[in-house]
């Protein structure tokens, strides 16, 4: 089976630092993999590379056999690559709703001469846009909050309205980082069966993710990243339980 994503050969270099040596990552569609290693590994600065926030040295992306390792951040999300942040990095001053309509893969609104020339596909595609984010918002949960803006929720609510924002994308591959950072109680268990249901749409998914239980628990598989390279792949219990790989990630014995 073609993976859904394929990254070939990604490298990049700040300098002296290698921050990419020649990653190589496929990944099927309803396919989750984990991403783990110490800070510092390279796993954020891969979703960068993925998504055309920084621009490899080296290597391909695909998508379902697209390449679009030459292509800008707004064609490679068109392409149906989807991320979230460490950080929300929410519109502060916007809607909960509005924050996910400027999400949306094809927006004509974006265009002068389409809102000059056009306005009436603008309008149906807002209509649209909106409909959209009315469901992704309550595929997390959020529909009542939508005329919220995002100081009123809390940052594990907040967390689950950049999962949904990524969702309006309604492509192919969904690129976490660390979803789970700073969440607990309910918010934590409604994040991961957001992410199990987004997999099992048929979306490839990658997460980055310190909390190795979660890893272990929803990830088919998992790819250990040190000094921007792989080192390893496979199930997250047959990683942890090699000594020279808990001494890289914990940074001593266990």
């Known amino acids: ?100 309509i400027i999400g949306a893969r094809d927006y004509p609104g974006e265009h002068l001469t389409n809102i000059a020339f056009k306005p009436g596909r603008v309008q149906r595609a807002e209509s649209r846009s909106r409909d959209t984010a009315i469901r992704a918002l309550e595929l997390v949960g959020l529909d009542h909050r939508a005329d919220a803006i995002p100081g009123e929720l809390s940052y594990g609510q907040q967390k689950l ?9 309604e492509g ?9 950072a700073g969440v607990s109680g309910h918010l934590f268990d409604k994040i991961k069966a957001v992410i199990a249901a987004q997999a099992a749409t048929g979306k490839a998914i990658v997460i980055v993710e310190h909390n190795v239980s979660f890893v272990r628990e929803l990830c088919s598989r998992a790819v ?22 808990t001494e890289l990630y914990f940074g001593a014995p266990v």
């Open 161 to 169: 309205v950049g999962i949904a924002r990524a969702i309006m994308n």
């Open 1 to 100: 089976m073609n993976p859904v994503l394929r990254v070939s050969g990604m490298s990049k270099r700040f300098g002296g630092i290698v921050a990419a040596d020649n990653v190589t990552l496929d990944v099927a569609g309803g396919e989750l993999v984990g991403l783990i290693g110490p800070n510092g590994a390279g796993k954020t600065t891969l979703f960068n590379l993925i998504t055309g926030v920084l621009r490899a040295d080296a290597g391909t992306v695909a998508v379902n056999g697209q390449r679009a390792e030459h292509l800008p951040v707004h064609d490679r999300a068109a392409l149906g690559i989807a991320r979230t942040w460490q950080h929300t990095r929410l519109f502060a001053s916007l809607s909960i709703l509005d924050n996910l």
């Open 224 to 245: 250990f990243m040190f000094n921007g390279a792989v080192i390893a792949e496979g199930a997250v219990e047959k990683l942890m339980a090699d000594p020279r790989l």
């Open 172 to 180: 192919h591959v969904l690129l976490l980082d660390e979803p789970l």
